[in-house]
């Protein structure tokens, strides 16, 4: 029988020839993975650079900081999500959110921070709204908004950010084809069984879920205790983060300093792997014991569906609200305290911007390049490797994800200056590619790999070979998740910052550079402009991707 179903294509044996791809794929990935994380790893042993590290009084309150700031961020992050998903799983206002979930990831980490900076700042435009008839302010007050010493405002860009990201992380769970169905019928019985809505989710979809997400769920922990563009960008100076200090010794032309840097970004990669350790202990003592009380409770009342439609409405508004704070400060001329509306409105910042077509140029080339290259990666991956090579190669392919930016970054720009590639076009492109590449392989794999290979035995049953079923029917099928995994790549590539500077080696500037690096300084309209470009092109990027993967429509045979 087996004879019979390889003769017609059913069973496809696995020879040489049918794993040389996969094969290639491994071999193109692990050369400079295996390269950027020895080098960075070879750095990291200098005894100079801990040495120096342990004498410089600035590194344990900074680590402080930063485990306060990434380990409660976190903690908040998914207690939000979960507590979002038990509210509106399944029904309309899921549907509705999802649909949102595209554009608020298309909104890069640092112009959010810009953005919110704009907001809440002591000038920024909520004091505005009320100072006329509620605070009597004529001139800003001096508030720590942003830059505070808590970290209040970096871990509420943190917030605002991943919340939206794990929600997307479990939307690509529960639409699949073979879990969300399922998932979603069960939740329809525990409800017949007379429990809400809330409790039928949190007995029975949430201890299915949760192992799912714990992929993005390290993704989430290791960025909120590693991040540096945002942390410039909003978070505390006195003390900085750990991985502000490692960037600011990373730049420094002291070898020592240098070699304290890679020291510290290793410092904060065992923190997150401790970090780490300690999140699946909880989990695991989650699972041994029962979610919430599994006595049953009646129907929502009024005042919970409307604290349900009142926080996924929130949590849309307040991006609408950033991102509007972002567009008026990009035209604004003269706008003294306390007015709300500037005096002048001018497109002088805008004309700026468009006049730097290089920058422009820089980033869109770069984020195409690594997007394609990304999704070819995975594609080729997914569809030759084996089930026992996927697990292990996924988990070196995260490692961008999961290592601090700093020793990632010192690790791919030790490669390139071996490789005699730093500074260069080529740098610059597998920089950003081997950071696109674990988005893209997380956004596509739920879908790829849930594919019903019914499919598949239906074509060789009809003698079409397996190129022929790829091109024909797999990734036609597949079209949505592949442009939407593009996506994904095209925003990760514009929001790069750290790769930009180092492995670009200041010969490069991208609308990221330029917008972290601008706010810092005093033109305001030139840095909401960069922003607000930041999150137009992942944007137009994600919308063209909902244009290209939308379903055929075939007209009706005539009558």
């Known amino acids: 029988m087996a004879a019979a179903l390889r003769a017609i294509g059913l069973l496809r044996p696995q020879?040489?020839?049918?794993?040389?791809?996969?094969?290639?794929?491994?071999?193109?990935?692990?050369?400079?993975?295996?390269?950027a994380v020895g080098l960075a790893a070879l750095a990291g042993l200098d005894p100079a650079g801990w040495a120096a590290l342990g004498n410089d009084p600035q590194w344990a309150r900074a680590l402080a900081m930063t485990a306060w700031t990434?380990?409660?961020?976190?903690?908040?992050?998914v207690l939000i999500s979960a507590w979002l998903l038990s509210r509106i799983f399944p029904g309309p206002a899921w549907a509705r959110l999802t649909r949102w979930l595209a554009p608020m990831l298309a909104v890069p980490h640092a112009a959010f921070a810009i953005g919110l900076a704009f907001l809440v700042a002591p000038s920024g435009w909520?004091?505005?709204?009320?100072?006329?008839?509620?605070t009597g302010f004529d001139a800003p007050p001096g508030?720590?908004?942003?830059?505070?010493?808590?970290?209040?405002?970096?871990?509420?860009?943190?917030?605002?950010?991943e919340v939206p990201f794990l929600l997307w992380a479990a939307a690509t769970q529960l639409q699949r084809a073979d879990v969300g169905q399922r998932w979603t019928r069960e939740h329809a019985l525990a409800r017949s069984m007379g429990y809400s809505a809330a409790q039928a989710w949190w007995q029975v979809i949430w201890p299915q879920l949760w192992p799912r997400l714990?992929?993005?769920?390290?993704?989430?922990?290791?960025?909120?205790?590693?991040?540096?563009?945002?942390?410039?960008?909003?978070?505390p100076m006195s003390p900085p983060t750990l991985s502000v200090l490692a960037w600011q010794w990373l730049q420094d032309g002291d070898p020592v300093m240098n070699a304290q840097g890679v020291a510290a970004g290793w410092l904060l990669a065992g923190s997150v792997g401790l970090a780490a350790l300690g999140a699946w202990a909880l989990a695991r003592m989650a699972r041994a014991r029962p979610w919430p009380p599994s006595g049953r409770r009646a129907t929502p009342d009024p005042l919970h569906r409307s604290i349900r439609s009142w926080a996924w409405h929130g949590l849309v508004a307040v991006y609408a609200a950033v991102m509007l704070a972002l567009a008026l400060g990009s035209v604004s001329g003269v706008w003294p305290f306390p007015q709300v509306w500037p005096d002048s409105w001018t497109l002088q910042a805008w004309q700026s911007v468009l006049g730097s077509s290089r920058t422009l140029w820089t980033t869109l080339w770069l984020a195409v390049a690594s997007s394609l290259t990304a999704l070819l990666w995975s594609v080729l991956w997914l569809e030759w490797s084996r089930p026992a090579w996927d697990g292990w190669m996924r988990r070196l392919v995260v490692l961008p994800l999961v290592l601090p930016s700093v020793v990632w970054v010192a690790?791919?720009?030790?490669?390139?200056?071996?490789?005699?590639?730093?500074?260069?076009?080529?740098?610059?492109?597998?920089?950003?590619?081997?950071?696109?590449?674990?988005y893209v392989l997380i956004a596509l794999s739920p879908a790829y790999l849930g594919f019903d290979p019914r499919y598949g035995q239906l074509s060789a049953s009809m003698g079409k070979s397996h190129w022929q079923f790829l091109i024909q029917v797999k990734w036609p099928l597949l079209k949505a998740a592949l442009t939407a995994a593009l996506a994904v790549g095209f925003a990760v590539s514009v929001a790069?910052?750290?790769?930009?500077?180092?492995?670009?080696?200041?010969?490069?500037?991208?609308?990221?550079?330029?917008?972290?690096?601008?706010?810092?300084?005093?033109?305001?309209?030139?840095?909401?402009a960069y922003a607000w470009l930041q999150w137009l092109l992942p944007a137009v990027g994600f919308a063209g991707a909902a244009w290209a993967g939308r379903p055929r429509r075939f007209r009706g045979l005539p009558t």
Do not use: N
């Open 15 to 35: 020879t040489a020839a049918s794993r040389w791809p996969a094969l290639l794929a491994a071999g193109l990935v692990l050369v400079p993975l295996a390269g």
């Open 70 to 77: 990434g380990l409660l961020s976190t903690a908040l992050s």
């Open 126 to 134: 909520l004091l505005r709204l009320l100072s006329p008839w509620a």
């Open 143 to 161: 508030w720590r908004t942003t830059q505070d010493p808590w970290g209040l405002g970096l871990m509420a860009v943190l917030v605002f950010k």
């Open 214 to 235: 714990s992929a993005p769920l390290v993704a989430v922990l290791a960025y909120s205790l590693t991040v540096v563009d945002m942390a410039l960008v909003i978070g």
């Open 411 to 438: 690790g791919v720009h030790r490669l390139c200056l071996g490789w005699q590639i730093d500074g260069h076009a080529v740098g610059l492109w597998l920089a950003h590619t081997l950071a696109a590449l674990p």
């Open 496 to 528: 790069q910052f750290l790769p930009t500077l180092f492995v670009g080696a200041g010969r490069f500037s991208t609308v990221t550079t330029e917008a972290v690096t601008l706010a810092s300084g005093a033109q305001r309209s030139l840095t909401a």
